[in-house]
């Protein structure tokens, strides 16, 4: 396997039962990455979503929403999850992570991406990624959404990006398909 592993978020601030934005799954989504990570060893990249310090434009309103995610108090909820703080990681303001990812992958390899939440930052992710030509192959049994009905919806979208984004399974990947 020659492609990287580009896992989307993984964080308290979506993995923590008391968070606002806990992202139901998030344990099952951790459990397959976990499995993923020898297939690329020395490949794979972890992002983290972070508040800025003073929200611009339309992030203004977005934060007046939720505001626990600017608290100080709460900036802990930003790390990566620590069972991969060890692994290296870009950090984005964005809900898509590709711009700041893709400086650190090397030109034209494929991608494997999975992490949360699917309905936003894996599918804003994606679709950079597709729009740069990048291969993408989406681990959806590795992904979460809020609910189940947003996941679904995000993956009708990508597997609508077919051939350049091709939806799999942690199984499937493992096998070799």
């Known amino acids: 396997?020659?492609?990287?592993?580009?896992?989307?978020?993984?964080?308290?601030?979506?993995g923590h039962p008391d968070s606002p934005w806990f992202t139901p799954g998030y344990e099952a989504c951790a459990a397959r990455i976990d499995a993923l990570l020898p297939r690329f060893a020395g490949r794979a990249l972890f992002t983290r979503f972070v508040p800025p310090a003073e929200?611009?434009?339309?992030?203004?309103?977005?934060?007046?929403?939720w505001p626990f995610a600017m608290a100080p108090e709460n900036a802990g909820l930003w790390a990566v999850d620590a069972r991969w703080r060890h692994l290296p990681s870009v950090t984005s303001?964005?809900?898509?992570?590709?711009?700041?990812a893709e400086a650190l992958l090397p030109p034209e390899v494929p991608v494997t991406l999975c992490g949360v939440a699917t309905d936003c930052c894996v599918l804003g992710t994606a679709l950079e990624a597709v729009d740069a030509g990048r291969r993408v192959d989406l681990v959806q049994d590795a992904c979460a959404a809020g609910s189940d009905a947003l996941h679904a919806a995000a993956l009708t979208v990508m597997a609508d990006r077919a051939p350049?984004?091709?939806?799999?399974?942690?199984?499937?990947?493992l096998a070799g398909s």
């Open 55 to 65: 929200p611009e434009g339309a992030w203004r309103a977005y934060y007046a929403r």
């Open 164 to 173: 350049m984004l091709r939806l799999v399974t942690t199984e499937a990947l």
């Open 1 to 14: 396997m020659t492609g990287w592993l580009l896992v989307i978020d993984m964080q308290p601030g979506f």
């Open 93 to 100: 303001l964005r809900f898509s992570k590709w711009r700041e």
